[in-house]
T-cell receptor, first 113, second 117 residues
Framework: DQQVKQNSPSLSVQEGRISILNCDYT??????FLWYKKYPAEGPTFLIS?????DKNEDGRFTVFLNKSAKHLSLHIVPSQPGDSAVYFC????????????FGKGTKLTVNP | DTAVSQTPKYLVTQMGNDKSIKCEQN?????MYWYKQDSKKFLKIMFS???????INETVPNRFSPKSPDKAHLNLHINSLELGDSAVYFC????????????????FGEGSWLTVV
């Protein structure tokens, strides 16, 4: 039962353009969402997060948008750089539950020079 | 100066063996975790410890036994290894077991690649 879904296994964009990575969730109890970035042979590193009381959070080139009614969030990277090439995981945690993150399967982003 | 470090990074072993993966964090965090990334790439929690106390156990076979000698260490011991145990095991830590927020998020180690043959 996938509670967090990243339906695009891969995405390829040109350097300088916008990268949009999407994530859908099914559990309405989720109230905190995170994006992690993972390079090969390394552990996931925290990128940006958003609470369900917000619909947007921005950090430099990275912006996360949350649409609670659609149970959808997205990560925008502008402008995309070759160093952004990695696997991006969406994760969520539930209000009142034991504190664990539920991860999506990841989307592999390739930024071409 | 690695924040969450785990050893070994790569481990190849035969079915039926017993093996351990060690994890240490130098972040001063109270909570530590083991996550497993299987062949389908899903990253799923296995265990969580807060101040050496088990707080999450996600229906993991009892061949897997975590041990936390102190809050900076969380080791994973696996008995009678099976082919299906082949995966990447990630250790992680967070400030505490309170709700996740911008001030309390999870930091991961680099992973331990376990291959059972």
């Amino acid at each position: 039962d996938q509670q967090v879904k990243q339906n695009s296994p891969s995405l390829s964009v040109q350097e300088g353009r916008i990268s949009i990575l999407n994530c859908d969730y099914t559990n309405s109890m989720f109230d905190y969402f995170l994006w992690y970035k993972k390079y090969p042979a390394e552990g996931p590193t925290f990128l940006i997060s958003i609470s369900s009381i917000k619909d947007k959070n921005e950090d430099g080139r990275f912006t996360v948008f949350l649409n609670k009614s659609a149970k959808h969030l997205s990560l925008h990277i502008v402008p995309s750089q070759p160093g952004d090439s990695a696997v991006y995981f969406c994760a969520a945690s539930a209000q009142g539950g034991s504190e664990k993150l539920v991860f999506g399967k990841g989307t592999k982003l390739t930024v071409n020079p | 100066d690695t924040a969450v470090s785990q050893t070994p990074k790569y481990l190849v072993t035969q079915m039926g063996n017993d093996k351990s993966i060690k994890c240490e964090q130098n972040l001063g965090h109270d909570t530590m975790y083991w996550y497993k990334q299987d062949s389908k790439k899903f990253l799923k929690i296995m265990f969580s410890y807060n101040n050496k106390e088990l707080i999450i156990n996600e229906t993991v076979p009892n061949r897997f036994s975590p041990k936390s000698p102190d809050k900076a260490h969380l080791n994973l011991h696996i008995n009678s290894l099976e082919l299906g145990d082949s995966a990447v095991y990630f250790c992680a830590s967070s400030q505490d077991a309170a709700r996740f927020s911008s001030g309390n998020t999870i930091y991961f180690g680099e992973g331990s690649w376990l291959t059972v043959v």
